[in-house]
């Protein structure tokens, strides 16, 4: 069980550590990595020891976040001892990989706003009602008087243009607006973000023209999924927008796509305009939030997809 830390007991926890290790989640995203980066350039122009970890491929697209250059992939069997470990935009430990081994630290900090949140921190600052965890950096940037430059705003602003689909979902709040609104203020080119975020590779568009049609229907036009096989799986594809497009269909509450990340290992992606699907994700071991979540299954994509749709009958 975690003890819950305001804002200024974060800033303050961050403050008097010397050696920090930030990490992201695994299937990196703009909000993880945006927040990272923003923080990690704070706290070194702090004169702080600042690593950065990242377990996980990141997409080109987000490669234009100020200070992506500092982002290093842990290796396996080395450990690196710090004061505190930060973990940003992850609602469980087994969401930063191999982190969580190489990494000797004295101090564990998470800073959240997944409604799954498992409490796996000693300290933890969580905001379920933050769109994006770039939203709850911004508290914490104007709760301790922190001074954000352009790209550290420029950093915020992926993180929660990201989360809330450019101010388009459910969880774009009054507040979610004005701390945006705040990070223009600093000098953000809203337009560079979303050119940068909107940049797809040809390998990207050329496998989305091979999944759209696995297409499929259930539940009365209720469900709608998507499925990447094994044989059209490609790492190096960014399918992170695929599931949008059943999710935009009309009459559909659950949009899903399935991929067969490996012959027997199947990532699910959810999203869903009534149903809470962060607790279907929740039964696979996985997590999210109510209208966008994930797990993992550990079963082939055909497998996987009968039983993550029993389950999901079941909420509907
Ligand atoms: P996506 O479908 O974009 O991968 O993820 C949607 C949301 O669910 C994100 O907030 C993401 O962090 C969360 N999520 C996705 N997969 C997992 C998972 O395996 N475990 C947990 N705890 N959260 C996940
Ligand atoms: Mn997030």
Not at 66 to 93: C, H, N, W, Y
Request: proline residues 3%.
């Amino acid at each position: 069980m975690s003890k819950e830390l305001s804002l200024q007991e974060t800033g303050a926890l961050l403050l008097a550590a010397e050696k920090i290790v930030l990490c992201t989640h695994v299937s990196p995203d703009g909000d993880t990595l945006g927040s990272t980066l923003g923080l990690a350039r704070f706290l070194l122009q702090q004169g702080k020891q600042v690593t950065v970890f990242c377990d996980d491929k990141i997409n080109d697209s987000l490669g234009f976040i100020p200070g992506m250059e500092l982002v290093q992939r842990p290796v396996a069997g080395t450990k690196l001892a710090a004061d505190v470990l930060v973990v940003i935009d992850a609602s469980s430990f087994d969401r930063i990989g191999i982190v969580a081994d190489v990494v000797e630290y004295k101090e564990l900090l998470n800073i959240d706003h997944h409604i799954s949140n498992d409490r796996f921190a000693e300290y933890l600052y969580l905001d379920p009602k933050a769109a994006a965890v770039g939203e709850v950096m911004v508290d914490l940037f104007q709760a301790m008087g922190w001074s954000m430059d352009k790209e550290t705003a420029t950093c915020f602003f992926t993180a929660i243009n990201t989360d809330c689909g450019s101010f388009r979902f459910a969880n774009t709040t009054p507040k979610t607006m004005r701390k945006a609104a705040d990070l223009l203020e600093c000098g953000v080119e809203p337009n560079f973000i979303s050119e940068s975020l909107e940049v797809r590779s040809r390998k990207t568009v050329e496998l989305l023209g091979k999944v759209l049609p696995s297409l499929t229907f259930e539940a009365e036009g209720r469900i709608a999924y998507l499925t990447i096989t094994n044989d059209l799986y490609d790492a190096d594809a960014n399918t992170d927008s695929f599931v949008s497009y059943p999710r935009s269909i009309e009459g559909v509450d659950v949009a899903i796509m399935f991929k067969a990340v490996e012959p027997a290992v199947t990532r699910v992606s959810m999203r869903s305009s009534k149903v809470d699907v962060s607790q279907v994700a929740v039964h696979f071991g996985g997590g999210g939030h109510i209208r966008a979540a994930g797990c993992t299954i550990y079963a082939p994509v055909e497998e996987a997809r009968e039983q993550l749709l029993a389950e999901l009958r079941k909420q509907l």
